[in-house]
């Protein structure tokens, strides 16, 4: 089965993980950061 031809190439992807999976200087990515904001807003409801 396919990926549909308007879902980004898996390099595309990859590439904008990395970055985004990179710690900061506190040693904490954005995606960690992300991740944590979300896991608080649930565990609200």
């Known amino acids: 089965m396919a990926l549909p031809q308007d879902f980004p190439k898996w390099e595309n992807v990859t590439y904008h993980y990395d970055i985004w999976a990179k710690p900061d200087e506190d040693e904490i990515s954005s995606l960690d950061k992300i991740w944590g904001n979300w896991l ?3 565990a609200r409801k």
Do not use: A, L, N
């Open 40 to 42: 608080k807003q649930d």
